[in-house]
T-cell receptor, first 117, second 114 residues
Framework: NAGVTQTPKFRILKIGQSMTLQCTQD?????MYWYRQDPGMGLKLIYY???????DKGEVPNGYNVSRSTTEDFPLRLELAAPSQTSVYFC????????????????FGSGTQLSVL | AQSVTQLGSHVSVSEGALVLLRCNYSSSVPPYLFWYVQYPNQGLQLLLK??????LVKGINGFEAEFKKSETSFHLTKPSAHMSDAAEYFCAVSRSGSARQLTFGSGTQLTVLP
């Protein structure tokens, strides 16, 4: 019953450091997404993946990298962290890219709060 | 292009009062519309969504929303607020029903007063 699991929940980085935000899902979903949520703003798409080995950029990809070696895992890598990357990061997954059925939806993790100082 | 505007970043209601959260959208094609709720320290959960068909959509926890094409609106309502409804609510639009093309509003924080 785990759903989408993100680790860590909180992290403080110094400028220039790097880190990987982990995301794993146990629902066998092909489609996975990384969003960032800035204060007072809606979520913005960073990267997404339509299956193992296939990733693509979203609206705000600069400063991030992703990989998808398995169906379950979709880690987000921050290289050379900058204060502008202070945000809350959410991972999400879904079984279908397009939602015709009322029961199809995005499943979200509980988020990683990242501060870059 | 598509966009979402949520009117009012903070809304306060008394317990038992009507909840009305406003959402207007712009989309060049018939949109798919969504309302998500975010409780403290949790990820977003889908409340309801409009794809096609009936314009009044019922969701979980007694919420509903009506798609009004002429007004480009998708306002969220609940007849009687409960303390447990206190959360942040996000409206979102996707012109193709695709997750990669979801555009979120900036959110409305709902406070329920005893």
């Amino acid at each position: 019953n785990a759903g989408v699991t993100q680790t860590p929940k909180f992290r403080i980085l110094k400028i220039g450091q790097s880190m990987t935000l982990q995301c794993t899902q146990d629902m066998n979903h092909n489609y996975m997404y990384w969003y960032r949520q800035d204060p007072g703003m809606g979520l913005k798409l960073i990267y997404y993946s339509v299956g193992a080995g296939i990733t693509d950029k979203g609206e705000v990809p600069n400063g991030y990298n992703v990989s998808r070696s398995t169906t379950e895992d979709f880690p987000l890598r921050l290289e050379l962290a900058a204060p502008s990357q202070t945000s809350v990061y959410f991972c999400a997954s879904t079984s279908k890219e397009r939602w015709g059925d009322p029961n199809e939806k995005l499943f979200f993790g509980s988020g990683t709060q990242l501060s870059v100082l | 292009a598509q966009s979402v505007t949520q009117l009012g970043s903070h809304v306060s209601v008394s317990e038992g009062a009507l909840v009305l959260l406003r959402c207007n959208y712009s989309s060049s094609v018939p949109p798919y519309l969504f309302w998500y709720v975010q409780y403290p320290n949790q990820g977003l959960q889908l409340l309801l969504k409009y794809t096609t068909g009936a314009t009044l959509v019922k969701g979980i926890n007694g919420f509903e929303a009506e798609f009004k094409k002429s007004e480009t609106s998708f306002h969220l309502t609940k007849p009687s607020a409960h303390m447990s409804d206190a959360a942040e609510y996000f409206c979102a639009v996707s012109r193709s029903g695709s997750a990669r093309q979801l555009t979120f509003g900036s959110g409305t924080q709902l406070t329920v007063l005893p």
